[in-house]
């Protein structure tokens, strides 16, 4: 707790939906690191590609194949853990699904498939994992929430409710558990370089238009990677944050600060006239 960079050999780190996108990105930094990761998918063939590649850079990764929605695949995974290593440092539940559709278009799969994952998942693994951190008086449970946490949008019911209950169960966690020596934190990113955001593109009928769009909302006018959102989360299960826990940090280059777009705001004749009148 000296303040300097913390020894990562011996930390044992797992990573849910680990298979690609922001969770591939974090088990990259936690190896890079020095950590053993354990790489947690319900995709058997990405788990296992990422695992190797893991394992071929930094030396380290164990693949799991999970689903996250299921208590008998939480408890195996946290099992299986154990069985290698001996101890769960952290964990990062960061296994989540998404979709787009209007409300009056959904049905109760629809909802069940979102909060499934995206809810129930984080505290499924968070249930099983704090069982042997409890015992050690020790861990780190970081969630990944999302900008929806505070601000939202249309056709989205059920992911914006699954990421702020995520939010919330962060904070009654981070209560609970700090007597154990355990610390609960979020970390909600905006926009990523992940399939999600090719796919916003990909959507669009003039994709350049509406990558624009997503980037004049954005302050620092870019997306970001994966392994950025990998760095917040190295920094809450590292000694340097060692007095940090309910907190939900936003990874979103400004996305959720501002009240309107920003070159936009510039443009217009305001002379003196406030926002809000």
């Known amino acids: 707790m000296n303040g300097l960079p913390m020894n990562w050999k011996g930390h044992v780190a797992i990573v849910t939906g680990a298979a690609s996108g922001i969770g591939a990105g974090i088990a990259d930094c936690f190896a890079e690191a020095g950590a053993e ?35 008998a695949d939480c408890r195996r995974l946290m099992d299986e853990t154990l069985a290698t290593y001996g101890q769960i440092d952290t964990l990062v539940n960061n296994a989540g699904v998404n979709f787009v ?9 629809d909802w069940d498939r979102v909060v499934d994952v995206d809810l129930k998942g984080s505290f499924l693994c968070s249930r099983y994992a704090l069982e042997a951190m409890v015992r050690r008086r020790s861990g780190n449970i970081i969630n990944i929430a999302s900008v929806h946490t505070v601000a939202t ?45 090719n796919d916003i593109q990909d959507a669009a009928e003039d994709a350049d238009m509406a990558r624009q769009h997503w980037l004049d909302n954005i302050p620092l006018a870019r997306v970001q990677t994966p392994r950025e959102v990998g760095k917040v989360v190295l920094f809450l299960a590292g000694d340097q944050s060692s007095y940090i826990t309910g907190a939900n940090i936003f990874s979103d280059g400004g996305m959720t600060i501002q009240l309107t777009n920003r070159e936009r705001f510039a443009s217009r004749s305001l002379e003196g ?5």
Request: hydrophobic share 45%; proline share 6%; glycine share 8%.
């Open 37 to 71: 990761v354990v790489v947690a998918d319900v995709n058997e063939g990405l788990g296992a590609q990422v695992t190797a590649e893991l394992q071929q850079r930094h030396g380290v990764g164990l693949f799991v194949k999970t689903d996250v929605s299921s208590a």
């Open 101 to 109: 559709k209007p409300t009056l278009e959904m049905d109760e799969a």
């Open 153 to 197: 949008l249309p056709a989205a019911a059920p992911y914006a409710a699954s990421k702020g209950g995520v939010d919330m169960m962060t904070r009654s966690m981070a209560i609970e558990f700090a007597p154990h020596g355990i610390r609960v934190n979020a970390v909600s990113p905006g926009l990523t370089d992940t399939q999600i955001w």
């Open 273 to 277: 006239v406030a926002p809000h009148d």
